[in-house]
Nanobody, 126 residues
Framework: VHLLESGGGLVRAGGSLRLSCVAS????????MAWFRQTPEKEREFVAA???????FYAESLKNRFSVSRTTHPHTLWLQMDSLNPEDAGLYYC?????????????????????WGQGTQVTVSS
């Protein structure tokens, strides 16, 4: 599986960005996909995921500003990010899992995911 993220960039605080992740290779609709982010100061943290049955899950602090969705042909994972603030800056990674997951707990753990993209950088100026 190959994952290619795009859509990152520099945005002012309060602005929006829409990230995309195109998946190619042995992808099935049941494969959950997720977004994680990382900064030099923090460990990789969960942002949002789509479960094996299409349920969206979010980090609690982000659910009112971020929206995750998925489309097919090609398989693409999206992340709409609104009302961005400097704390949202980081390298955003797309991930895909070969094992199913149906709960927030299972789908939010980075160890559940087998394939990772190279990341797309998000910078938010104050």
């Amino acid at each position: 599986v190959h994952l290619l993220e795009s859509g990152g960039g520099l945005v002012r605080a309060g602005g929006s960005l829409r990230l995309s992740c195109v998946a190619s290779g042995n992808i099935f609709t049941l494969n959950p996909m997720a977004w994680f982010r990382q900064t030099p100061e923090k460990e990789r943290e969960f942002v949002a995921a789509i479960s094996s049955v299409g349920d969206p899950f979010y980090a609690e602090s982000l659910k009112n500003r971020f929206s995750v969705s998925r489309t097919t042909h090609p398989h693409t994972l999206w992340l709409q990010m609104d009302s961005l603030n400097p704390e949202d800056a980081g390298l955003y990674y797309c991930a895909e899992a070969s094992e199913t997951c149906y709960s927030a707990t299972a789908c939010s753990g980075h160890s559940h995911y087998d394939s990772w993209g190279q990341g797309t950088q998000v910078t938010v100026s104050s």
